[in-house]
């Protein structure tokens, strides 16, 4: 599966991205709010990698849980696919576990992602092509 991006979490968005830039990343997508998230996220671009800066806003956010688990470091790789259904069935059969359920993503013009966890693997995310 072709990579998308790299989830990185943020206990502070403005700061890791100032420490981003620094090492050559670019802003590709200026910061915005996922409101069915809770999150302020902002993509980064280093030549072809591509990195998710997210920062959970509220302690109602799904990712709320994770700051505390990570702080600030990777936790996701996001694979593209054909079908998401498809996948995520597929993926089931491979011991993968939906954790968050086919949702529009605002911040990647809406297109539909899904969050699975395989205790071998941790959490990846998967978003329709
Ligand atoms: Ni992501």
Same mark, same amino acid.
């Given at each position: 599966m072709k990579i998308h991006h790299v989830g990185y979490l943020a206990k502070n968005i403005e700061k890791t991205r100032k420490k981003f830039l620094e090492l050559g990343y670019g802003v590709e997508r200026e910061v915005m709010y996922d409101e069915y998230r809770q999150i302020d996220?902002?993509?980064l671009k280093n030549g072809d990698y591509r990195v998710e800066l997210i920062q959970p806003k509220s302690e109602d956010s799904p990712m709320f849980p994770l700051l505390k $688990?990570?702080?600030?470091?990777p936790y996701h790789f996001c694979y593209e696919v054909a079908d998401l259904e498809q996948s995520v069935e597929e993926l089931s059969q491979m011991g993968y576990t939906v954790i968050q359920e086919i949702a529009p993503a605002p911040a990647i013009?809406? $297109?539909k992602v899904v969050f699975l966890n395989n205790i071998s693997m941790g959490i990846i995310e998967l978003v329709e092509a």
């Open positions: 996220i902002e993509f $688990r990570f702080k600030n470091s013009d809406g $297109r």
